[in-house]
């Protein structure tokens, strides 16, 4: 059962989705810790933000903010593909999960992967996937999942 | 360069977006060779079909016509997904790219792909990845993408 909005047992953790007012939460701050993530400006963030809401629960970014200190100290993302196969099923993508480093070992990975796959679940997906590097795989099988395929890249810049 | 609606040379064979009319063109037989897809009614793919067309640019499914026998014989779809790493970059996905058992070998999986990964890049994409089995990895070598991680799954039904 989805849970959108809940907090951590006695942590002052909140599982929510992602707001506007994030990005001064220390939320690009926390994609750093996953890959490039250049400074936008606010005008930038919000385009973005404003162009993923569009999508509704087609694309919904999950994250778990510290009450205590204000930051977003965990996050993951899930969007729904619409597919003809599979009586025109639909299937989730997940991408894009990190945890703060001075959060790790707390399961908040965890809490994120469960809110998205309970989401994808309620949407009504067949099935959910999402590409990880080979360390990551035991994380991910705790979580649930199976290896399945390999992941190829093509990059244009 | 993206070529949205070109002839094969000498062959016969239109690149072009999907359309409506497809499913009377062998569209779902076509995806029938891929995995499971079983028949839906005109009604259902109507839905899927409008569903997919609202997000214009950002979901694409690409087909090639055999204009002589007026069937579908090759398929492939991307999707634009918007993050907030890389500076508010996008990453173009590749999925179910087929190709009809009879037509195999013949070149129009490359054709496929190759516009699929030309729209990801004229759609300002810094990557297009998509997830394949360990068997073909050689084709989409050929078509100039690397392995890169795993793939994991998690099925609801």
Known sequence: MENSNSLIEGNNLRVRKLE??????????????LTVCDSVSDKEFEDRFKEISMYGDDHV????????????????????????IRKCGKVAHIEDVVVDAGSRGTQLGKKIVGFLADHARSMGCYKVILDCSDENKVFYEKCGFKKKEIQMVKYFV
């Open 20 to 33: 506007l007012s994030d990005k001064s939460k220390g939320f690009l701050e926390l994609l750093r810790q």
């Open 61 to 84: 970014i999950c994250v778990i903010e510290d009450e205590i200190s204000g930051k977003i100290i965990a996050s993951g993302s899930v969007f729904i593909e619409k597919k003809f």
